[in-house]
């Protein structure tokens, strides 16, 4: 081996090598890291070149060059600064940059931490070690909390019986005897151990800060009580634990008997807790508060917000109306909302009920205080029977409702018998798989049977109120109500029809005893099931438009099979749709099924007028509310939002796009670009349009709002 060429080369003759085997870019904070050496403590390893006309290639080194250019660039340096090279021939370049990236071992990371950790014995500050190496104050904090764990841990993780991540775990607490007392409880098990499982330990006699009892103390006023905590630097989101359970049980309690003490004031008993079972309260009887009659200030801001609002109706005019003046009218309106609900909420405890009764304040799920008021204990539950039975005319006594019976359960005949026989409860199990699957086969080959019996159950989850009652088969129909949209489906035709349909139903039966209620179910003619059966399933159906992501395409077959015709049983007014758009969007709308006349005189309306103007056009019969042409009035009086139509037929879902995978935004009030708006209705093979357009000189019937299929349906 020959013994190399060292020389001192100008760094402006240096240039980054192609045969340099290392591509991949490192990350910023390497690059950083690097620089800071360079620049504090110079060059340490020298560069491998190779000649290349005047200049040298660096084929080893080559980030290294690049922050010496950099260090020339920012001045710190000169451009002819000498930098120690070794020079090989090209031949053995290429070699050499292979060797010197492949065939070499990183620094283990207990060395790189115990290396800070030495600098910080030295004096060193953290402001000084992060600059010095081109780090962040936290990766600094970091490699010194690496550093303060249990010398036994490290020679468990240099000799490779756990990982990096299980070292940092370890680092949530600098208690060296705990830390080696949880090592030894794991290092007992043949398996590596886990982060989490670590964590777990060392804090199992800890409070985590996001406890419902770290909440509800506080990491800050846990500290100023002096507790210590624990955190663990290599959580994202700097997870803290309280370590003295102790002083956060007893920071817990005396800020719940703060509010305790101004309870005992009016409550016959208070009692704090900082834990409570879920069926902790079922001894208990109860009393409830009672409505009150709301307060002369309430009751005079409604009656002022009511005239405001009334004089804004009054005093409309599309000419002079302002934005200022529909803000205030709107402020109006929803500060009456609020009152009524206060009205409606209003409810306070009885002075007779705080005299039978107390309370008992906890911390709930969430970490904020608790208040289960109202309670009355059973040895007071004695004491007012025995009053009674003493006074039976005590009519002032305030009602309670008795708690939760908890005796004991008869013994059942049928175990005891069992029991006798010698028939264990794996032997009953085993009988009873074997009759499930004897009636299941006989039932899957019955369709009558099975349908009676699903028609049944069906029933008994809908049609009653006891969703607890039990059914012969599991089956499983939830009610597909929009809660939410409740007040906008009220008085509908789509509601009239249910109603005539529901007041169509056979459920004299309901009301007999099991099995009593099957049997004359069963009886029930054939047009008595089947109108049951619809009743329930339509119950069950998800509500969806056409263009929601993820539209199940089966409900929209649904709809295609039965000829839907949505725009019979619903037109946009402007309630219900016009003036809860943009204004722009009724305008392009008008503009595309009316005329461009139409739409840019009402433009220039306010958007009140505009969703006023609207809901004529887009009426059943716009012609005489609005002047339309017969033309014009069959598009827009079978308008309807994107999605609400169920279009095509059965043959044509197959081809039909899939909505489930189209990525629609759901928070856009707008439809999506590439549905045809005024697309609606069924197929034209099914309805013809002609005939939901009376004719021009036909009288229109405005009390009449029944489509023709309900009334034949009726009849």
């Given amino acids: 081996m020959t013994n190399p060429i060292i020389a001192m080369i100008p760094l402006n003759k240096l240039s ?18 690097l620089y800071a050496s360079i620049k504090a403590n110079g060059i340490k390893q020298n560069l491998l070149v190779h000649k290349s006309g005047k200049g040298y290639h660096v084929h080893a080194g080559g980030r290294r060059l690049t922050m010496l250019e950099r260090l020339s660039a920012e001045g710190e340096i000169p451009a002819e600064k000498d930098i120690p090279c070794i020079v090989e021939t090209k031949k053995q370049a290429e070699e050499t940059s292979l060797i ?11 060395d790189e931490f115990e290396a800070f950790n030495a600098l910080e014995k030295k004096g060193w500050s953290r402001e000084e070690i992060a600059n010095r190496f081109g780090v962040t104050l936290n ?8 550093a303060r764990v249990s010398p036994l841990i490290i020679e468990a993780f240099r000799a490779n019986k756990m990982t990096l991540e299980c070292v940092q775990a370890f680092s949530i607490t600098d208690d060296h005897a705990r830390q080696n007392e949880v090592w030894e409880e794991l290092a007992a098990n043949p398996y590596v151990p ?3 499982n670590i964590k777990s330990a060392l804090t199992r006699r800890t409070y985590h800060g996001n406890s419902k009892l770290g909440r509800f103390v506080g990491v800050d006023a846990y500290q100023a009580a002096g507790g210590t905590v624990l955190r663990d630097l290599f959580s994202d989101n700097d997870s803290v ?10 920071l817990a309690r005396e800020k719940l008997q703060l509010t305790a003490d101004d309870l005992a004031k009016e409550w016959k008993w208070v009692t704090v807790e900082l834990e409570v079972a879920y069926d902790a309260f079922r001894r208990f009887g109860r009393v409830y508060p009672e409505p ?30 302002t934005d200022e003046q529909q803000a205030e009218e709107d402020a109006a309106a929803e500060r009456l909302e609020e009152l009524r609900k206060i009205i409606a909420n209003s409810a306070v405890f009885m002075d007779e009920q705080k005299a039978i009764a107390g309370a008992v304040v906890t911390v709930d799920y969430d970490g904020d205080l608790r208040i289960e008021a109202g309670l009355v204990r059973p040895e007071d539950l004695l004491e007012k029977k025995a009053v009674s039975d003493n006074d039976e005319g005590d009519t002032a006594a305030p009602d309670i409702e008795m708690p939760v019976s908890r005796r004991g359960v008869a013994k059942d005949p049928v175990a005891e018998a069992r029991k006798e026989q010698g028939v264990s409860a794996l032997l009953a199990d085993d009988l009873r798989a074997a009759r499930h699957q004897v009636l299941k086969a006989h039932l899957a080959a019955d369709f009558a049977t099975a349908f009676d019996v699903m028609l049944y159950s069906m029933c008994l989850r809908v049609l009653t109120d006891n969703t607890y009652r039990p059914t012969p088969i599991n089956v499983v129909v939830s009610p597909a109500e929009t809660y939410r949209s409740r007040d906008a489906i009220k008085d509908t035709i789509a509601q009239r029809m249910l109603q005539a349909t529901e007041e169509g139903l056979n459920v004299e039966w309901e009301s007999l005893p099991s099995p009593q209620d099957f049997q004359a179910m069963c009886a029930l003619p054939d047009n008595d099931k089947q109108a049951l059966f619809a009743w329930c399933v339509a119950h069950g159906v998800i509500p969806q438009l056409a263009t929601d992501n993820r539209a199940h395409p089966v409900v929209e077959m649904i709809g295609q099979r039965m000829s839907v015709d949505t725009a019979a049983c619903w037109r946009p007014t402007a309630e ?7 204004k722009d969007h009724a305008i392009k709308v008008a503009r595309e099924l009316i005329d461009d006349r139409w739409a840019d005189d009402k433009a220039k309306d306010k958007k009140p007028i505009i969703a006023a103007s609207m809901e004529q056009a887009f009426r059943e019969d716009p012609r005489a509310a609005a002047g339309l042409s017969a033309e014009t009035a069959q598009k827009t009086s079978t308008w309807l939002p994107d999605g609400m139509a169920f279009t095509g037929s059965i043959a044509e879902q197959a081809a039909a796009p899939d909505y489930s995978s189209q990525d629609y935004d759901e928070d856009d009030d707008q439809v999506p670009e590439d549905t045809e708006e005024g697309d609606a209705g069924p197929d034209d093979d099914d309805v013809d349009p002609e005939a939901a357009l009376q004719d021009d000189e036909q009288e229109i019937d405005e009390d009449d709002d029944i489509p023709a299929f309900l009334k034949d349906n009726a009849a």
């Fill in 100 to 110: 010197e990236n492949f065939v070499r071992a990183d620094m283990h990371p207990a």
């Fill in 194 to 196: 886990y982060p989490q």
């Fill in 16 to 33: 980054r090598s192609q045969l340099n085997v290392r591509k991949t870019t490192v990350s910023e904070e390497e690059d950083n890291e």
């Fill in 576 to 582: 219900n749709y016009w003036s809860r758009v943009k």
């Fill in 241 to 250: 634990h309280l370590a003295d359970s102790e002083l956060v049980e007893k």
């Fill in 292 to 321: 009150v009659e709301p307060s002369a200030a309430i009751v005079n801001e409604v009656e002022e917000l009511e005239s405001r609002i009334e004089a804004f109706s009054s005093q409309y005019d599309e000419e002079t109306w």
């Fill in 139 to 146: 990766f600094v904090d970091r490699r010194m909390k690496l």
